[in-house]
């Protein structure tokens, strides 16, 4: 006869652990960006240390997610989309504001 032992870790599990990591870190993203909407906004306080921390904190998601190869072509792509034009963005924002002090 085979003893039955009891399974502590399943896929189950590890896939609800995995989500809960993901919400807790987008909450906690989100909050830090709106922090630093606020502070620039209202305070007129520059936040760059809280900028380097969410930056930080994606840089080494996507470092780890490299090392292990679990990246898709259609994430990178979708990824330098996002970036590009994110920095047509800022690009306007800050050719708008500056024309704006003249």
């Not at 993203?29 to 520059?46: F, H, K, P, S």
């Amino acid at each position: 006869m085979m003893k039955s032992e009891s399974v502590d870790i399943d896929e189950r599990t590890i896939a609800v652990e995995n989500a809960s990591v993901r919400t807790g870190y987008l909450i906690l993203t989100y909050g830090i960006l709106l922090d630093i909407v606020y502070r620039g906004a209202l305070l007129r306080e520059a936040a760059w240390d809280l900028m380097a921390l969410v930056g930080g904190a994606g840089a080494i998601v996507i470092i780890q997610q490299a090392v292990h190869r679990t990246l898709s072509r259609y994430w990178i792509l979708k990824s330098v989309t996002i970036a590009f034009f994110s920095a047509i963005v800022a690009i306007a924002i800050v050719f708008l504001l500056h024309q704006a002090r003249w």
